[in-house]
Every structure is written in structure tokens, then in C-alpha cells.
């Protein structure tokens, strides 16, 4: 089964400076990989997707996410930190085992942006 | 622009009640989610919907029903409560497939069962 691991469960940063948040997977075949968010209290929210193409992907609000086929990572990346980043972020991958595309999600990573 | 709208936000059940969630999107989407949220466990996905009148299981069906009467709607039902299925629920829905189409997501809704 498809699967992607978040081995962080927070990452603390300071305004202004830049964040990764990892992400590794495990797939047969081709990966489809998302990143999702989720503020407080809120639904979660698409960032970006990788399908095929360039490895560096470039999303919403900023962020960016880089695909690394050997090393299996499609970690989460943002030059410039800011306060209001700080949320819970979501790696995602396709899983089409049952013939009916679905995502399978990580457990999550809590990111803190301090001013 | 409502989106996709859970009711309720919050709720607590005795073991063994039962209560149903509703989802509404005003989307016009096909592809309809419920999915909960435990610590350390991401989120896992209890039953879907690809059209109306239609529904499958997923992931962790086991202690749910759901129904897709009309398009805008899906809903998740809890027969008989049990403290295991405390939980944040979440309702999503995409015009496609989940993989093609960004996924629109509710508020959730925090059940807890005593």
C-alpha cells in the first residue's frame, strides 16, 4: 500500500527565516504527492500537488515543494517564515489499490513560527 | 461562498446513541469524503460518494452509515456511539477525483463519546 511518513511531529522556526517540513513516501509505480494545511480550527486546505514534470513545485501562499525521486522525499519549503504559517501541515499520496483513487495521509506536522 | 458546511461543530454522546452529521457544499461537486481525524493518525477515510445515490466504504467503515440522497448533501450517521469513535470528523468534496481536483474541506466536527 501506498504510504508517506512526517518524522516530525513539530518544527519550530523564526519569522523570517526558512521552513521545511519532510516528507518521505513509499509507492509502486508513479507517485502523485500533495501537501495540505490546516489553521486552527479550520478544514484543511490544498497547498500543492506533484503529478510529473519540474521537482520543484510552487503552491499557495508562498510555499514551495521540492521532489526527490532517490531519496523518496517531497519535502515542504518557504524562503521566509511568517508568523501566520504556523498551522498543521499534511503530506498526502495518491493510493489506487481498491481502483478507486483516494489520498492517504500522513500523520501531520505542527508547524511553529515564532516573532 | 459557503463552501462545504458541517453540522454540528460539537457534540457529546452517551455509548450507545446515535446521531447523524451533515455535510453540505454548494459546489456543485460530485465526489463527496468523510474522513476523521485522530491524533498521530492523520486523517483516515470512513466512506465516500462519487455521485448522488451512490456510496462506498473506505478505509475504517466499520460503526458508520452514510447517504447521498441529493447531490449537495452527505451524510454520516453513528447508530450506536461508542468511545472509540471520538474523533474530528471531517467532510471534503472535489469535482473529480480526489488525486485530479483540489479537495475542498468543512470546518469538522468534534464528537466526543462518554
Known amino acids: 500500500a501506498q504510504s508517506v511518513a512526517q518524522p516530525e511531529d513539530q518544527v519550530n522556526v523564526a519569522e523570517g527565516n526558512p521552513l521545511t517540513v519532510k516528507c518521505t513516501y513509499s509507492v509502486s509505480g508513479n507517485p502523485y504527492l500533495f501537501w495540505y494545511v490546516q489553521y486552527p480550527n479550520r478544514g484543511l486546505q490544498f497547498l500543492l500537488k506533484y503529478i510529473t514534470g519540474d521537482n520543484l513545485v510552487k503552491g499557495s501562499y508562498g510555499f514551495e515543494a521540492e521532489f526527490n525521486k532517490s531519496q523518496t522525499s517531497f519535502h515542504l519549503k518557504k524562503p521566509s517564515a511568517l508568523v501566520s504559517d504556523s498551522a498543521l501541515y499534511f503530506c498526502a499520496v495518491r493510493d489506487s489499490v481498491t481502483g478507486f483513487q483516494k489520498l492517504v495521509f500522513g500523520t501531520g506536522t505542527r508547524l511553529l513560527v515564532s516573532p | 461562498n459557503a463552501g462545504v458546511t458541517q453540522t454540528p461543530k460539537f457534540r457529546v454522546l452517551k455509548t450507545g446513541q446515535s446521531m447523524t452529521l451533515l455535510c453540505a457544499q454548494d459546489m456543485n461537486h460530485e465526489y463527496m469524503y468523510w474522513y476523521r481525524q485522530d491524533p498521530g493518525m492523520g486523517l483516515r477515510l470512513i466512506h465516500y460518494?462519487?455521485?448522488?445515490?451512490?456510496?462506498a466504504k473506505g478505509e475504517v467503515p466499520d460503526g458508520y452509515n452514510v447517504s447521498r440522497l441529493k447531490k449537495q448533501n452527505f451524510l454520516l450517521g453513528l447508530e450506536s456511539a461508542a468511545p472509540s469513535q471520538t474523533s474530528v470528523y471531517f467532510c471534503?468534496?472535489?469535482?473529480?477525483?480526489?488525486?485530479?481536483?483540489?479537495?475542498?474541506f468543512g470546518q469538522g466536527t468534534r464528537l466526543t463519546v462518554v
Open positions: 471534503a468534496s472535489t469535482t473529480g477525483g480526489i488525486v485530479s481536483t483540489e479537495a475542498f
Open positions: 460518494s462519487v455521485g448522488e445515490g451512490t456510496t
